[in-house]
């Protein structure tokens, strides 16, 4: 298997941090950031909505002008795509 | 004479806004993409006494089609028949950066120019490019640049000059893969070229997309080849990816990233040793398991202190400013009434929420540095790992992060959960999430009580909230609620110095909620409980509404050591969490009143059962939208139900024990 597919793996198998997934794969963190980019792009997974879509739907948006705590952290989720893989194997 | 054509290609943030912008000065115009609400940029510049005309594609990562942004940018390459396309790669990431501009040789596309831009930083990684060698092997010009200096810029102008007019003929590499794949693409490649396809598009590139079961390339396909044709040929792949275990879009793309991998070190060397970065260095501190604790609790003990430390002396100053106003207006207003409404009622009860504006925005502006230097992402990380072992799915940090500031947005957010379980469980414990309506009671509470430790027991409220939250998970995905874990990554953000516009810009904003909320909700909150405690007739006697109210609660109330007034600031705060300080503003009528008659004892149990008693109605209200009425209604029983034993326990074991 390839790069891209180990890091796919990795994730499958509940690894959650790509500098967690670097140490199982011995790569560099910059290179399971670079592979997790071309997964997205190729569907495998999405990039997980933190909030700023329901905040224009919130209630408290004309109050609160909408300026929610937000962790600069990007998530991820597998895709029905990835999960047909897992079935896959 | 009709303009050449210059495509900007790239991925997102590799600095093609700046070189577009280097190269087209203002000459620019913005619009969108046909049928779509994508931005198209389109510039001109001027070379050698020829103008150009540069169309800034959308950045992406791939041209697979899977976003609109990914379908433009290819359908300009295919359809649009550029001069020359320009394909900005970072020299910092070349390995992420060549994926795309494989895909741009897979297209069949030759006048391709490489701008290998922030060569600057590559350097100070200690990354050397062989340029040179990089253009021999890529079969394409490279211009090495650094466009924010404006370095490489009038080299690249240049080589699209020459490039355009047939100077330079690239002939870039064709990506290879292992030869089971190329008799698939030989195969499907020779089917196609009996169909008019072959004169319009690159069969190799077809064949590809094919194999990727491309959705755009299987309808152009099924136009030229029909239905039947087509259709042997999904078969056919089908049992190619039969027998590779795997979905032939991945395995073509794990090849030509191996391919990539193989090609960039013979032209890439990292002259300083790929050891761990200070980022990755704090990290390991910082989100590890028990120092990663250690350093939260640290650094929510630092931000309080800071915050009593700067805030309580201007709160201070408010709250006397408020009581100074009060005093100087009430000889001017003849009319008793309104005296009471005004001066006891508005500024008792909203001044001394306002007096606490200094507390909130120096906490939101901490919380605003900690987001902006990225250190809320590790707090995400190290919760999210706590999280799981309490039967909690990691995704749920997300909503409970948010929960800092707001509930109401926070259980909203739970929609990015997919599973429904996930999002009732994640539901259920975002109210005991102390939100910024809480800091302001609990500020008021340790304020008043605690001398000299405030941010000791802050921090132990915030504390307690946490395990209440964490055994609440444990118990509803056990017994409630069976949770199952989804995977998902967490890519953490470099570290950065904050940027003190944005930080201040942030903190504004979001304390902006509580004057307004002063200014609406309290205002009502206040008025009705200076006519509850004034109406029938004045407190004192036990026959106000409010006192009424009050004592019906308050033989419950003393299992915690409170009063009836302690009820009926709980019963108002409901509404908003910032009427428990109101209401006391108005029943005591001064903090020192209120510091008076109750013991230290008293006040930490109400500011415990303040922060858990129930969600405010907004929240309750978001659940219920969320959910249904019966989730919403456990959870505010629930809430009640947590609060009372945990004040129950304190007051008993803290009376045992002599406080």
Request: glycine share 8%; hydrophobic share 45%; charged share 20%.
């Amino acid at each position: 298997m390839g790069t891209l597919e180990d890091v796919l793996q990795c994730i499958l198998e509940g690894k959650r941090d790509p500098e967690e997934i670097s140490r199982e794969l011995g790569m560099s963190v910059q290179k399971v950031k670079d592979a997790i980019q071309i997964l997205k792009s190729l569907g495998y997974i999405e990039e997980v909505e933190k909030g700023s879509g329901t905040c224009s739907t919130c209630p408290l948006r004309k109050v609160c002008g909408g300026s929610c705590l937000l962790p600069k952290a990007k998530a991820y989720q597998l895709t029905k795509k990835s999960f047909s893989l897992k079935d896959h194997s | 004479m009709a303009m050449r054509v210059v495509a900007l290609a790239g991925n997102p943030n590799v600095g093609k806004t700046t070189i577009f912008n280097a190269l087209t000065g203002m000459r620019q115009h913005v619009g969108n993409w046909p049928g779509v609400t994508v931005e198209k940029k389109e510039g001109v510049f001027e070379y050698n006494g020829e103008r150009f005309l540069v169309v800034d594609l959308p950045g992406t990562y791939s041209l697979t089609a899977h976003s609109i942004d990914e379908l433009v940018a290819r359908n300009f390459l295919l359809n649009g028949k550029p001069d020359v396309v320009v394909n900005i790669v970072d020299a910092t990431s070349i390995l992420r950066n060549l994926f795309l501009t494989m895909e741009i040789f897979e297209m069949g596309i030759k006048n391709v120019v490489i701008a290998l831009n922030k060569m600057d930083l590559a350097e100070k990684k200690g990354i050397k490019i062989d340029v040179k060698k990089m253009g021999e092997i890529m079969g394409v010009p490279v211009v090495p640049m650094s466009a924010k200096e404006g370095i490489g810029l009038r080299e690249l102008k240049d080589i699209i000059h020459r490039v355009s007019h047939g100077e330079i003929s690239p002939a870039p590499i064709a990506p290879r893969y292992d030869p089971e794949v190329e008799r698939e693409i030989s195969h499907i490649s020779n089917i196609l070229s009996e169909t008019e396809l072959s004169k319009r598009y690159p069969l190799r590139w077809l064949a590809i997309k094919l194999l990727q079961r491309d959705d755009e390339v299987m309808k152009l396909v099924l136009r030229y080849l029909g239905e039947e044709k087509l259709r042997e040929i999904m078969t056919h792949i089908g049992e190619a990816e039969e027998r590779y275990g795997r979905a032939m879009d991945l395995i073509l793309a794990s090849q030509k990233y191996e391919f990539i991998d193989n090609l960039m070190h013979k032209f890439i060397r990292y002259m300083k040793s790929e050891g761990p970065s200070l980022t990755d260095q704090l990290d390991r501190l910082l989100i590890h398991p028990l120092y990663g604790f250690m350093t939260l609790a640290l650094v929510f003990y630092v931000i309080f202190k800071f915050v009593f430390a700067l805030g309580l002396p201007l709160q201070k100053i408010l709250g006397d400013a408020f009581s100074s106003f009060g005093t100087w207006l009430a000889p001017h207003i003849s009319s008793e009434v309104l005296k009471g409404l005004i001066v006891d009622g508005i500024i008792s009860g909203v001044g001394t929420v306002l007096s606490f504006f200094p507390l909130v925005f120096l906490l939101f502006l901490s919380l605003s540095i900690l987001e902006d230097v990225g250190y809320m992402a590790r707090v995400a990380v190290l919760m999210e790992k706590l999280m799981r072992k309490f039967g909690l799915p990691g995704k749920a940090i997300i909503p409970l992060i948010l929960g800092l500031g707001c509930n109401v947005p926070a259980v909203m957010a739970t929609r990015s959960l997919d599973d429904e379980k996930d999002r009732l469980v994640a539901m259920f414990i975002n109210p005991f999430i102390p939100c910024s309506a809480r800091l302001s009671v609990i500020s008021f509470i340790t304020a008043a009580f605690f001398t000299s430790n405030h941010a000791l027991v802050a921090v132990s409220i915030y504390l307690i909230a946490i395990v209440v939250a964490l055994l609440s998970a444990k118990f509803v995905s056990s017994f409630l609620v069976k949770v199952e874990e989804s995977p998902f990554v967490i890519e953490l953000p470099e570290y950065l110095i904050p940027s003190w516009k944005t930080v201040l810009l942030h903190s504004w904003e979001r304390s902006k909620e509580f004057v307004k909320k002063a200014g609406t909700v309290i205002l009502v909150g206040s008025l009705v409980i200076w006519y509850l405690s004034n109406y029938p007739v004045p407190m004192g006697e036990g026959k106000s509404y409010a006192e009424r109210i009050g004592m019906f609660f308050e033989p419950y109330m003393r299992l915690m050591g409170l009063d009836w007034k302690a009820a009926v600031s709980l019963l108002f705060g409901i509404i908003a969490k910032e009427n428990v300080i109101s209401t006391y503003g108005i029943l005591y009528g001064s903090e020192g009143a209120l510091v008076g008659v109750m013991s230290t004892l008293q006040a930490y149990v109400l500011a415990i059962v303040t922060t858990l008693y129930i969600p405010c109605i907004a929240t309750i209200a978001a659940i219920r939208m969320e959910s249904n009425w019966k989730w919403a209604a456990l959870v505010t029983f629930y809430m009640i139900t947590i609060a009372s034993m945990i004040g129950i326990i304190i007051w008993h074991v803290g009376t045992a024990l002599g406080y």
